[in-house]
């Protein structure tokens, strides 16, 4: 009496359900490129600075703050804070990272003193 299942049938079924879980699972996974936590983490670096005052002290020539939340940052993360005025005209330039993979940029618009700046912040994971 032969039977339904022969061993190799069974072999073969249990490899593809293997290879089929194998599949589903990785293409569940985030890509190595995903950068939304970092682009998230750098919004809400600008928004610290904000709300600091930090943004405010790189407007009046200094950038007092600033180092403090970097000192505050995640080691992984590398971050340089450009502060332009509304011609584009740098005002502060705040970290040197030498970029190298996927950089992130995330920018804020503030007024100090009744005029108007923009923060870009530009990071990545070291």
């Known amino acids: 009496m032969t039977g339904i299942f022969t061993l190799d049938g069974v072999v073969g079924f249990v490899l593809s359900m293997i ?3 194998t599949t589903v699972y990785m293409l569940a996974q985030p890509k190595s490129g995903d950068n939304r936590p970092l682009y998230g983490l750098s919004h809400d670096i600008l928004a610290v600075a904000k709300e600091s005052g930090a943004l405010d002290y ?3 020539g ?3 703050g600033i180092e403090e939340i970097r000192s505050h940052t995640p080691i992984q993360v590398c971050f340089e804070i450009d502060v332009l ?3 584009g ?4 330039r705040n970290g040197d990272c030498g970029f190298t993979g996927d950089v992130v940029v995330a920018k804020r618009s503030f007024v100090h003193k009744r005029r108007y700046y923009i923060a870009e912040l530009r990071s990545e994971y070291r």
């Open 58 to 60: 790189a407007v009046d």
């Open 85 to 87: 005025n509304a011609s």
């Open 89 to 92: 005209s740098e005002i502060l």
């Open 62 to 64: 200094t950038g007092y």
């Open 19 to 21: 290879i089929l879980t």
